[in-house]
């Protein structure tokens, strides 16, 4: 089985630029995480999908990220405008529904410079 | 405010040795119970999960759960050097839409 892929692995970027993450998950999990992990911490949650609806974006600061899952398979994480403290490892997890076990992928880690 | 405690470390153990690694969390609702491991530069990978006060045994591996003192333990018999990583507790409340909160990690150093 499969796991979840993200793309890219590594990002750098100047502050106030863009940037974007994929994310696709295993195949029929209907729930979908990206989290943030800053380094010697644990990750913090983003976001939840349940298919292509949101369960909980409390912690993702709305002004400059968003996220979507259109399809209700893969899912975007965009950043816009960039600021120097959003430099850490975003992560992706999918689990068959939210009460099962969450599984990761590789990570994308972005460096804002 | 949900918090998930863990002392960071380094815990150093010598190969061979069982590594215990422990958590408490402040929501006493708590249902579900998971540990990662992260190795340096990774992903966390699933390694055990636990729903009921008890032992859970997976191999070297046992997960200790004690709901009514919010404490959970990782115990890692016959620790290789291949077991040093960062060890993540990560609880969950059982509605389903709540989210994973995780610990800060401790990390595990298995002396060769």
């Known amino acids: 089985e499969a796991g979840v892929a993200q793309s890219p692995r590594y990002k750098i970027i100047e502050k106030r630029q863009s940037v974007a993450f994929w994310c696709n998950p295993i195949?029929?999990?209907?729930?979908l995480y990206w989290y943030q992990q800053i380094l010697g911490q644990g990750p913090k949650l983003l976001i939840q999908?349940?298919?292509?609806?949101?369960?909980?974006d409390s912690q993702l600061p709305k002004d400059r990220f968003s996220a979507e899952r259109l399809k209700g398979v893969d899912s975007t994480l965009k950043i816009q405008p960039a600021k120097l403290e959003d430099s850490a490892v975003y992560l992706c997890?999918?689990?068959?529904?939210?009460?099962?076990?969450?599984?990761f992928g590789p990570g994308t880690r972005l460096t804002v410079t | 405010q949900k918090e998930v405690e863990q002392n960071s470390g380094p815990l150093s153990v010598p190969e061979g040795a069982i590594a215990s690694l422990n958590c408490t969390y402040s929501d006493r609702g708590s249902q579900s119970f998971f540990w990662y491991r992260q190795y340096s530069g990774k992903s966390p990978e699933l390694i055990m999960s636990i729903y009921s006060n008890g032992d859970k045994e997976d191999g070297r591996f046992t997960a200790q759960l004690n709901k009514a003192s919010q404490y959970v333990s990782l115990l890692i018999r016959d620790s290789q050097p291949s077991d040093s990583a960062t060890y993540l507790c990560a609880v969950m409340l059982n509605s389903g839409n709540t989210p994973l909160v995780f610990g800060k990690g401790t990390r595990l150093s298995v002396i060769a």
């Open positions: 997890a999918s689990s068959l529904s939210s009460l099962h076990e969450q599984y």
């Open positions: 999908f349940q298919n292509n609806g949101v369960v909980d």
């Open positions: 195949s029929g999990h209907a729930t």
